[in-house]
């Protein structure tokens, strides 16, 4: 019932930046929120970022804190992640998510759909 489409990943060189963006079908984007994990080549999946229904709470893991925002538009029904200073340990597959919950949660188990994810690829 809910479909979440990812775009905006690609090919960067150490240092630079990129802006995806998840666009979410349905009327009740703005009653839940929103997440975004990440999987490198080999490894498992890593949260990255999460955030509350109205967008005035983020939250982030160690390895990205002070170089990725997130952020959400509901009258778009739409989440972002700015991604800045990249490396290439950032090199993944990275996916939006839709929480169960309205407040934000950094387990896997809480986000009950999924979209199909945006290679992202830093060339150091």
């Known amino acids: 019932q809910v479909q979440l489409v990812e775009s905006g990943g690609g090919l960067v060189q150490a240092g630079g930046s990129l802006r995806l963006s998840c666009a979410a079908s349905?009327?009740?984007?703005?009653?839940?929120?929103m997440g975004w994990f990440r999987q490198a080549p080999g490894k498992g999946l890593e949260w990255v970022s999460s955030i509350n229904t109205a967008g005035d709470s983020s939250y982030y893991a160690d390895s990205v804190k002070g170089r990725f925002t997130i952020s959400r538009d509901n009258a778009k029904n739409t989440v972002y992640l700015q991604m800045n200073s990249l490396k290439a340990e950032d090199t993944a597959v990275y996916y939006c998510?839709?929480?169960?919950?309205?407040?934000?949660?950094?387990?896997?188990?809480?986000?009950?759909?999924w979209g199909q994810g945006t290679q992202v690829t830093v060339s150091s």
């Open positions: 349905g009327r009740t984007f703005s009653n839940y929120a």
């Open positions: 998510a839709k929480s169960r919950d309205i407040i934000p949660s950094y387990s896997r188990d809480r986000y009950d759909y």
